[in-house]
């Protein structure tokens, strides 16, 4: 079936450094994809997002990376900063199921002074 | 802030008793979304409406039932709490032609 899942649960980096956090989906027919992020006690935050015709987009020190080939996505955090600490979601719409917004279970990302 | 608010932020009910839930958007957007988070589970979604009066199920709708008789609220009713029904619950936004939902601040519930 459908699942959009994170290859890592945990992340932790150091402040200053860049942040990867990895996404695998199954549906080649996925559509749309997003990224979120969760900090403790608040609803999911929109971060970025991109089509499936793209391979790139970036916004302000996030990049987010599509590689249609394998299934797999990525956000890219530049300059990691404290402030970043939070769980990151990354989610597919599939438009062939009205829109369905489907969740990966999420990475939670430590940043260390 | 995506204008949405939801209430109670936190509830404490017993068993058995309806509780109901109330997600306020002040964006005039068509798609309302409840979801909700628990360990294991991520976001799973139980209800959503396209425009008023107008609510399909999600993947986890069973115990809840919901409604939409204004453009601004949805609201999502546990007609008899249950235990299993503790998590945390989060309403969602989405305008006409757009992709992207925004979350609500979610609201705690706990059923003893």
């Known amino acids: 079936g459908e699942s959009v899942g994170l290859h890592l649960p945990t992340l932790s980096v150091q402040e200053g450094d860049n942040s990867i956090i990895n996404c695998a989906y199954s549906?080649?027919?996925?559509?749309?994809f997003i990224w979120y992020k969760q900090e403790s006690g608040k609803g999911p935050q929109f971060i970025i997002d991109?089509?499936?015709?793209?391979d790139k987009r970036q916004g302000q020190r996030v990049t987010v990376l599509l590689n249609k080939t394998v299934k797999h996505l990525s956000l890219q955090i530049a300059a990691t900063q404290p402030g970043d600490s939070a769980v990151y979601f990354c989610?597919?719409?599939?438009?062939?199921?009205?829109?369905?917004?489907?969740f990966g279970q999420g990475t939670e990302l430590s940043v260390k002074p | 802030d995506a204008g949405i608010t939801q209430s109670p932020r936190h509830k404490v009910t017993e068993t058995g008793t309806p509780v109901t839930l109330r997600c306020h958007q002040t964006?005039?957007?068509?798609?309302m979304y409840w979801y909700r988070q628990d360990p294991g589970h991520g976001l799973r979604l139980i209800h959503y409406?396209?425009?008023?009066?107008?609510?399909d199920k999600g993947e986890v709708s069973d115990g809840y039932s919901v409604s939409r008789s204004k453009t601004e609220d949805f609201l999502l009713t546990l007609e008899s709490a249950t235990s299993s029904q503790t998590s945390v619950y989060f309403c969602?936004?989405?305008?006409?032609?757009?992709?992207?939902?925004?979350f609500g601040p979610g609201t705690r519930l706990l059923v003893l």
């Open positions: 964006e005039n957007h068509r798609y």
């Open positions: 989610a597919e719409i599939l438009y062939n199921q009205g829109g369905k917004l489907i």
């Open positions: 969602a936004i989405k305008g006409r032609g757009q992709e992207t939902q925004y």
């Open positions: 991109i089509r499936s015709n793209m």
């Open positions: 549906n080649s027919a996925s559509d749309y």
């Open positions: 409406s396209y425009g008023v009066k107008d609510t």
